[in-house]
């Protein structure tokens, strides 16, 4: 007997519990009992503001939102993340492909000013501000003008927008070693510097960010790798927020997919066989009442719990 066919027996068919979504945080909320640090004048806090969900702040990021003077914040983080911080002023630094934008430079020295001006200065960067954020180039800047910092890490799209879509970033049956990946360099064109052969040939999992622009030459590089037309692809846009959409495609087609999908930046790219597990882990979709569309997507033919 299958294991779909095994599970279903003598078990009630899948239903599904509409969640309650009835505590509306305020602004008021308290944070548990425990020492907070405080952002004193003069000091840069680099924060991340998580994928997009607010819920995904951590108490830090909560806690420095509570306190700044000045909030300058990403293009990917959300508007309702700021109305935590009404006290502040908020300074727009996005960084959007492809749109005029601040120059990293200037975001890097705005900082500095701010806290010689003895602000408390938040910078709140979409993700976690070390992964593909640019966190490391603004805390330095920072240090060489004797700025005292802290680094609030932050939930990065490429783990919590692959959950907030089903797909475990890693999964016993898949994957040992997953590869976070960057599609495009400074220069806008895909990364020179990465060596695809070795990706395609070491990497189980992939995990793609900004990799839409160029995501037929990334996938032609990894198929000219010997990485399989049929391997599964996920792409998940707006990932954690309430317009999220995901696409489930193969490496063979998936830069036609999303063409022909109209889907649009920001999204995640995730090539690896634990993609699959989202026919089960779809929690999203079981919660919009769709049922699993299948309980062993990998095949296993024997329960998750057993080993
Ligand atoms: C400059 S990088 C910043 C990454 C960020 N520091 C992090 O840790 O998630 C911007 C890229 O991150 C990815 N990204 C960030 N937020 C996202 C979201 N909510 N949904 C999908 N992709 C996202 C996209 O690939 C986007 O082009």
Not at 36 to 47: F, I
Not at 193 to 211: H, T
Request: hydrophobic share 40%; charged share 20%; glycine share 10%.
């Amino acid at each position: 007997m299958s294991l779909q066919r095994e599970y279903m027996v003598g078990r009630k068919p899948f239903r599904t519990l509409k969640p309650r979504h009835k505590t509306l945080m305020s602004n008021t909320l308290t944070l548990p009992d425990s020492t907070w640090p405080e952002l004193q004048p003069g000091w840069v806090w680099l924060c991340g503001a998580g994928p997009g969900d607010p819920g995904l702040l951590t108490l830090h990021a909560l806690n420095a939102l509570r306190q700044a003077d000045v909030v300058i914040y990403d293009a990917l983080v959300q508007d309702c993340i700021l109305e935590w911080a009404p006290q502040a002023e908020h300074i727009y630094a996005g960084k959007r492909g492809g749109k005029p934008s601040a120059k990293q430079r200037d975001i890097s020295l705005h900082l500095v000013e701010l806290a010689q001006a003895g602000k408390r200065v938040l910078r709140l960067k979409g993700g976690d501000p070390f992964v593909f954020g640019r966190g490391g180039e603004e805390a330095q800047t920072l240090v060489q003008h004797g700025v005292p910092i802290r680094i609030i890490p932050g939930i990065s799209a490429g783990i919590g927008g692959l959950a907030y879509a089903g797909v475990p970033v890693t999964h016993r049956d898949v994957n040992q070693s997953v590869t976070f990946v960057t599609g495009h360099d400074q220069s806008g064109e895909t990364p020179s510097s990465l060596n695809w052969q070795a990706i395609a040939q070491g990497s189980q999992v992939i995990v793609i960010y900004m990799g839409m622009k160029h995501v037929d030459r990334i996938a032609n590089a990894l198929l000219d790798a010997g990485r399989p037309t049929d391997e599964p692809c996920a792409v998940v846009c707006s990932a954690t927020t309430n317009d999220q959409k995901v696409l489930e495609s193969t490496l063979g087609a998936l830069a036609k997919d999303i063409d022909d999908s109209g889907l649009e930046p920001p999204a995640i790219l995730c090539i690896g066989r634990s993609v699959l597990m989202r026919q089960v882990l779809d929690w999203q979709g079981m919660i919009a009442g769709d049922a699993p569309r299948d309980l062993d997507p990998l095949g296993r033919g024997r329960p998750a719990e057993s080993a």
